[in-house]
């Protein structure tokens, strides 16, 4: 799901939704207000909206005198928010796929740097770890993502959503779950859930990893094997003896560990890395 519809107004002429970026234009006002109140952004603030479509989020946005850069890959869409938005000097538009976008060149020094967007069901999860990678140069985020989606982000050791997503984004930020949206707020209307997330990246992790490639790495064939014991999905990792030093249960599934046991298990691989026989 992606991009905005715009304010009170018509979509363009010829202008359909496109399924291949994930399309679906939010037209409800009360649900575009109550986002708005969580963002709450401050004039002096640099936001960025990820897939504005239309413009829907846009507006009311702009209106608060925020700074606010779209980063847009429908370029059918460029000149129609261009012309909506011309009369406003806080308003920049990048064309872009936000998947391969650095959002670094964006950061500006001494302004609060923040990312909204209602973000495409298709590139979900490999955007959000995309984002993840910019760390506290992000203030925070606000996302409309599929409800499934964000449940697996908010999920905790031992819930059936419990995953690689949970863990990674719960190392890198601090997961809230904030509201759901039903499909009647949107135009095509989707056919699933739809839900509002805010992450904040922790200014400081509460498990620092030494290795953050190590653990990426651990996370991913912990989770490709959820069903398997530890003792199997990580035989490649450590072993049974490196597991019960750490005083995790060899026989216990993935989906029990904090992400707390998770660094533990990449700190310890870094130490002792298993040599091949």
């Not at 004039?43 to 829907?56: C, F, H, K, Q, Y």
Request: glycine share 6%.
């Amino acid at each position: 799901m992606s991009n905005y519809s715009s304010r009170g107004s018509r979509k363009p002429a010829g202008h359909q939704a496109r399924k291949r970026f994930g399309q679906n234009f939010l037209h409800d006002m009360t649900v575009i207000d109550r986002i708005v109140r969580s963002i709450n952004p401050g004039a002096e603030e640099l936001l960025v909206e990820i897939g504005p479509g239309l413009g829907a989020m846009t507006e009311p946005l702009l209106d608060t005198g925020v700074a606010l850069t779209a980063v847009e890959l429908d370029r059918d869409l460029i000149p129609v928010l261009r012309t909506k938005f011309f009369n406003y000097p806080n308003f920049n538009i990048i064309e872009a796929d936000a998947l391969k976008f650095n959002f670094q060149t964006l950061v500006k020094e001494g302004m609060p740097f923040r990312l909204v967007g209602n973000l495409p069901y298709n590139i979900s999860t490999p955007l959000i770890f995309h984002l993840l990678e910019l760390g506290p140069v992000v203030s925070d985020m606000h996302f409309m993502l599929q409800k499934e989606v964000v449940d697996r982000l908010a999920a905790k050791p031992g819930d059936g959503s419990y995953g690689r997503l949970s863990v990674m984004a719960q190392y890198h930020c601090r997961v809230e779950s904030l509201f759901n949206v039903g499909p009647g707020a949107f135009n095509p209307p989707p056919k699933v859930w739809s839900a509002i997330v805010r992450l904040v990246p922790h200014p400081e992790k509460p498990y620092p990893c030494r290795d953050e490639k190590v653990l990426s790495r651990v996370v991913r064939q912990a989770f490709a094997m959820r069903r398997k014991t530890l003792r199997n999905c990580l035989k490649k990792e450590i072993d049974t003896n490196g597991l019960e030093s750490l005083g995790i249960n060899p026989q216990a599934r993935p989906e029990t560990l904090s992400v707390g046991d998770f660094v533990n298990i990449a700190d310890y691989v870094l130490e002792h890395p298993l040599t091949e026989s």
